[in-house]
Every structure is written in structure tokens, then in C-alpha cells.
């Protein structure tokens, strides 16, 4: 049977599923629900109800207790209407820089300097504020994801115009031949470990950890947990705050705000490492404490991938680096007293040190 066809702008997202043999006779509301796991029940039973999913051959709008058959397409329409993909700070939604900056382009290769909040390529209920598709719309072509960052981290992403380069560069990553280089803001705890110092804890995701995707940690000489390194060298220390570059040498998830909340130094806008994993569930449910604020100071986790070395093309060793997004700069600004373009000078020599 054929296979889930989709299509993507920054405007509509429209993807056709094929009812299965197994799910001939399901009602067309689970059926969608299956479909799209991540969005609510009562989302998508209004989108039902508006006509935005229709069974090939049917007239829409159809009502959620149909049946669908096997044989049959089911065809879900998603306007961006922003409902689903806002992050609200003291209830407001987040205000986002709707284009990426681009660092580097040639015929196969874009480097951009990615906005936090914006998704390497289309996942869970994030269907357009995403690089690819922000590139896809303007280039009318496939545009292939190399590598990811987090959604909340800002700064360097690489994408493919090609399988081909998507693949061979892809295969750097893989293969631990890229070196990285991270910015960030943290609060400075007691007892805080003195920079500089390399973090060794291991860490996993566990089965059934609440919230879920959140990492856990163990010591070094663990025998649970995945081997796990970054390097972390100081940039400013300012009071109850630090400014710092992190270089990971290895890649797990979470790896840098694990290790750095770890040793006394969760980052500025950390909702899951900052010791009460709560803060992230208030946020998730729009209930966040006028103290969650105070506590997070920004939006978003203070991280910004800053550096990549790597070789290309094909034989020659290169690296990439990326500016100061606006958010932090403007807090560095008006909390630390600090100009961006100072911040930025001490970045650019601690990465030509790592990266000599």
C-alpha cells in the first residue's frame, strides 16, 4: 500500500495517511489521533467538525465517529494559525525572529544561525516554525536536516541542498569528526565547581522518568548511564551569574545543560535541570509561578552553539561561527551591563583557542 505523502510550507502543512488493513472499521477520530499523537483529542475533533480532514472519495466535513476503511486515504489539513506552536512568557505569546540568519551558502551547503524556538525539520505538533520548511518555501526543493539542536538553543544548524552532501557531512557528525563550541548564561550555585573543568558524569534517559524526555545523571565511575564529556572554560563571572563556552566531546542529549547543572551551574532559562523539574510542568500546562519566572529570567534555556569545526568541503578544515542572538544580548545588556560586542570579542578568542 502506498506511503504517508506529505507537504509542507510555511503556511499549510497537509499530510495523507493510508488506512492500514489492521485499521478498517477505526472511527476517524482515532484513527487521526493515531496520526498526529502529539496534538489534543479536542484539537483534532475540531478539525474534523471544519473539514479540515477528509477520507478520499467522501464528501467532507465528516463527523468523528465515522468509520474509515481499509483502502481509503485520510487526508489532514494544519493551517499555521500559531495556536499550537506559541511559548507564552507571563502569558503573552514569545515574540520569534521569523528568518534564520545564514552564516554560510554555497550549491549544497546552508550554515545558519537558527533563532531559538525554531525545529531543524517538522516533529510532533511543530509543523512550521522549522528550518527546512523555512528553506523549502523559499528554494521549492527538498532541503535535508545534517544534524539537530535543540529547539530552544539558538545558533549554528547545517543543512543539505542535496542527499549527497547531506549525507557525506551527516556522516562527520557520526563519526565525531566535528568540533563544537557552545555559549551560554548560568546561574552560579553554591558550592559550584571552579572553572575550568571537564564534566565526565554519565547520563541516559530512563524509562518512565517524569517529565518525560528528561535525562538522568550519574557519577563518572557509574555502571548506569552512557559515557559522557564536555570541557567547560569561563568567560565572566558576575556575581550569582557566569558566562561560559562549553565543548562537548561527545553527543547526548542534553549533554551540556546536564553536565553544567550538575556542577552548580543550571542555565539561565533551564526548565528541567534547574533542581525542580516542576518548573517545566507549570510552563508545559500555562501555569508558571510568577516565582518560575523570576527564577528562569528568560524564556528559553541560555544556549547558543556557537562554533563548528569540520571539513569541507571534501579535504579542507573550516569552521563556522555564529553572533549573539538578540534575546541574550539584550539581557546581557540590561542585567549585566554588558555590550554584545565585548561578549562576543572573548567568545571569538576562546574559540580560536579550542578550535587551533
Sequence with gaps: MSEIEKSFSTEKYVVSHPVQIEQDGWRLDQFVMKCMPTLSRQYLKKKIEKGEVEISGRKSPHKPSVKVHYGERVTITTHNDGMIEDEYWHGKPVPRDQKPGIVFEDEELLVINKPPFMITHPAGKNLFYCA??????????????????????????LLGKNPKVSQRVALLFEEDKVRKCYFFIAHKRPGAKAFPFTAKERM??????????????????????????????????????????????????????????????????????????????????????????????????????????????????????????????????????????????????KVQEFLA
Design 204 to 349: 541516559d534517559r530512563e524509562e518512565n522518568k517524569i517529565p518525560r524526555g528528561m535525562m538522568s545523571v550519574w557519577p563518572e565511575d557509574s555502571e548506569f548511564g552512557k559515557e559522557s564529556e564536555t570541557h567547560f572554560e569561563l568567560i565572566l563571572d558576575k556575581g550569582d551569574f557566569v558566562l561560559a563556552m562549553a565543548f562537548p566531546l561527545t553527543g547526548r542529549q542534553h549533554q551540556i545543560r546536564v553536565h553544567a547543572a550538575y556542577n552548580g551551574y543550571p542555565l539561565l532559562g533551564e526548565k528541567l535541570y534547574n533542581g525542580d523539574p516542576g518548573v517545566f510542568m507549570r510552563f508545559k500546562d500555562h501555569v508558571a509561578t510568577p516565582e518560575d519566572h523570576d527564577l528562569l529570567q528568560i524564556p528559553r534555556h541560555a544556549l547558543h552553539a556557537t562554533a563548528l569545526k569540520l571539513t569541507y568541503p571534501k579535504d579542507k578544515m573550516t569552521y563556522f561561527i555564529a553572533p549573539l542572538p538578540e534575546d541574550l544580548a539584550i539581557w546581557l545588556e540590561e542585567k549585566l551591563e554588558l555590550k554584545r560586542s565585548q561578549v562576543e570579542e572573548i567568545i571569538k578568542a
Design 132 to 157: 527546512t520548511v523555512f528553506f523549502e518555501t523559499i528554494y521549492k526543493k527538498t532541503i535535508h536536516s545534517i544534524h539537530r539542536i535543540d529547539r530552544e538553543t539558538s545558533g549554528l544548524l
